[in-house]
C-alpha cells in the first residue's frame, strides 16, 4: 500500500460581494451531511493569516469572522471528522496556506514552519443578510435545505454504526425512522434526543461506542489510524475503505446484515498522512488475505488481478466476530 492522501472536503457553494458594513460578521452555515470542522484565510494589505479548526454540524451556522470585514480575500478550507474516513470530494481552492492538526491561528499563512502544514483553501464570497451580515453555505451537489442536511447526516453516521438507513438521500421514512429507533435504544438514548442542541455530539459518540456484535476498531495509539474492512457475502468479496480512527477513540465500519467472513486491515499515519514506521517496519495491523485498495475512499466488488488494476493488494486478516470484542489496535 502506497500510503493515506488525506483529502479535505467538499463542494463550497457561495454566492457574494463583500461590502463596507462597519460591524459585518461573517457566518457559515452547514448544509451538508457531514460535520466538518473549517479553517478561515484572510488576505488584507498583502498579508496572509489562518484561523481553524471551528466545526459546524448539519443545519447549523456558525460566526468565522466578527467585526468590520476588512479583506481582500477570504478563504476557506473544510474537513470531515475522523469517524468519516475520507472526504468526500478534494478541495478545488488554488491558494496552498498553512494550517494545522490542532486548533490553531497562524498570522504568516503562506510559509509553513514546524507542524504547519498546506492545504487548499477556496475563495469564498458571502452574501449579505438583511441584518447587515453575511453568511456562505457549505453544501454537496445534492443541494439540501438545513432539514435535508440533518437527516442525511442521521441516515450516514446510522450506515457508519452499521443500521441500514440507506440510501443517504435526506428524505425521511420508515426505514430510516427504524434504523434511528433501533439505533437510540441499542444505545439507552431517548427519542427526543433528537431535537437536543447537542444531538451530533451525543450520536457521535454513540456511534463510536463499542457495542456487543458486529466489527469495532479501538485506537490505543498516539496515531491516527485508517483502517478498511472486507466483507465476504458467500458470493464475493468487498474491500472497503478508508476509515478513520482518532487516537483513544474507536469506530464501527458498516457491514451487511450476516457476513460470512469478515476481515480488517489498518495503518498508523502521521500528521501528513505518511503511513508511521517504528524501527523500520510500517506499524499495521493485518495478515494473509490479499485484498484490493486504494489510496483514496474505495469500494471494491472484485478481488482478482489487484495490479492489473491500478490497485494495491493489501494483506487483510481475519476477524472473530464471535466474542463480541473490539479490535484493538496497538504500538509496540
Known amino acids: 500500500m502506497t500510503g493515506w492522501r488525506s483529502r479535505a472536503l467538499a463542494t463550497i457553494v457561495t454566492t457574494l460581494s463583500l461590502t463596507s458594513a462597519a460591524h459585518a460578521d461573517l457566518k457559515l452555515c452547514n ?23 471551528l466545526r459546524i454540524d448539519p443545519a447549523q451556522c456558525r460566526v468565522v469572522v466578527q467585526g468590520a470585514l476588512n479583506a481582500d480575500r477570504i478563504m476557506l478550507n473544510a474537513r470531515v471528522l475522523p469517524l468519516y474516513g475520507a ?4 478541495q478545488n481552492g488554488t491558494d496552498r496556506l498553512c494550517v494545522a492538526d490542532d486548533n490553531f491561528v497562524i498570522a504568516a499563512a503562506r510559509q509553513c514552519r514546524g507542524n504547519q502544514t498546506p492545504a487548499a483553501f477556496t475563495e469564498i464570497k458571502p452574501t449579505d443578510t ?44 420508515p426505514k430510516t425512522q427504524a434504523a434511528l429507533s433501533a439505533f ?31 466489527l469495532t476498531w479501538c485506537n490505543d495509539t498516539k496515531y491516527k489510524i485508517m483502517a ?26 458498516d457491514l451487511g446484515a450476516q457476513p460470512k467472513r469478515v476481515f480488517s486491515f489498518a495503518e498508523a499515519v502521521d500528521g501528513n498522512g505518511r503511513p508511521v514506521s517504528i524501527k523500520g517496519r510500517a506499524l499495521n495491523w493485518g495478515g ?11 469500494e471494491i466488488g472484485e478481488q482478482g488481478d489487484c495490479a492489473g488494476r491500478g490497485l494495491a493488494a493489501t494483506g487483510f486478516a481475519a476477524v472473530d466476530l464471535s466474542d463480541g470484542k473490539p479490535l484493538r489496535f496497538t504500538a509496540p
Do not use: H
Open 31 to 53: 448544509r451538508m451531511s457531514y460535520v466538518v470542522e473549517t479553517a478561515i484565510g484572510v488576505d488584507s494589505s498583502g498579508a496572509t493569516a489562518t484561523r481553524g479548526w
Open 87 to 90: 472526504s468526500p470530494l478534494p
Open 130 to 173: 438583511e441584518d447587515g451580515n453575511k453568511i456562505a453555505y457549505l453544501a454537496e451537489d445534492s443541494g439540501y435545505d438545513d432539514e435535508q442536511a440533518k437527516l442525511a447526516a442521521i441516515q450516514r453516521l446510522l450506515l457508519i454504526a452499521g443500521y441500514d438507513a440507506s440510501p443517504i438521500d435526506g428524505v425521511d421514512g
Open 184 to 214: 437510540l435504544k441499542s444505545r439507552g438514548l431517548k427519542p427526543e434526543i433528537v431535537d437536543a442542541p447537542d444531538f451530533f455530539d451525543v450520536m457521535i459518540k454513540a456511534v463510536q461506542q463499542p457495542t456487543g456484535s458486529g
Open 228 to 253: 478498511a474492512v472486507g466483507e465476504d457475502d458467500g458470493r464475493t468479496i468487498t474491500s472497503r475503505g478508508w476509515y478513520g480512527v482518532a487516537p483513544g477513540q474507536c469506530l464501527r465500519p
Open 288 to 298: 494473509g488475505t490479499a485484498l484490493c485498495t486504494r489510496d483514496s475512499r474505495f
